[in-house]
């Protein structure tokens, strides 16, 4: 990627699709992707590290005591009857 396409992306806070650019790139030109289609797996790429960063933001302002994924916890200690 050149410098003005990494400069670009900074100023417009796409950090995201910069990460992944070049893999995208490189998959758009083996599967002969449409523009539309690598248009949209970019975009899907920023709109996943942003929901990524939304979250651990979340969780920061949260401030938990622990972290436990859904799939650690016990729900038939927590289930009330």
């Known amino acids: 990627m ?5 400069t670009s992306l ?18 758009a030109a083996t599967h002969q ?6 248009l949209e797996l970019i975009l899907q790429d920023e ?3 942003r929901n990524e960063r939304l979250i651990g ?3 920061k302002v949260a401030q938990f005591r622990e972290l436990k994924a859904l ?6 200690q927590h289930c009330v009857m």
């Open 2 to 6: 050149n410098d003005r396409l990494q």
């Open 10 to 27: 900074k100023q417009l806070r796409l950090s995201g699709l910069a990460d992944t650019l070049e893999v995208r790139l490189h998959e």
């Open 33 to 38: 992707l449409s523009h539309a289609e690598f």
């Open 47 to 49: 709109l996943l590290v």
């Open 57 to 59: 933001r979340r969780v």
């Open 71 to 76: 799939d650690n916890f016990d729900y038939v």
